[in-house]
């Protein structure tokens, strides 16, 4: 799929920003710091419903963000730092993909 970019709104704009993240760090996020993509089911009752998690820079923090796909757009649902217990189990399993790699 290909993607031509983004699908904001006053809604989704606010809520991604309520969490501390703005649209220039989201759609940096997804042009370049996504790590793994998986299918939000429990959320996808009415529209197929994503999870992205990945690090941004400059301090690599774990970041989550739920989306949709309109058309060729990607719409943030919404976007956040992760919790302290997210970010630990994010980083262990980071930790158990490297080592699993490196053998």
């Known amino acids: 799929m290909i993607v031509t970019g983004f699908d904001w709104d006053t809604g989704n704009r606010s809520k991604c920003q309520k969490h501390g993240m703005t649209i220039r760090d989201i759609e940096a ?38 989306f949709t796909m309109r058309d060729d757009l990607i719409r943030p649902i919404s976007a956040r730092y992760m919790h302290e217990k997210e970010a630990k189990l994010y980083e262990q399993n980071e930790q158990t993909e490297t080592s699993q790699n490196d053998h």
């Not at 997804?30 to 998690?53: G, N, Q, T, W």
């Open 29 to 66: 996020f997804f042009r370049s710091h996504v790590r793994f993509v998986a299918p939000d089911i429990k959320h996808s009752e009415s529209e197929a419903r994503f999870l992205a998690v990945g690090r941004m820079p400059p301090n690599n923090r774990p970041v989550f963000v739920a």
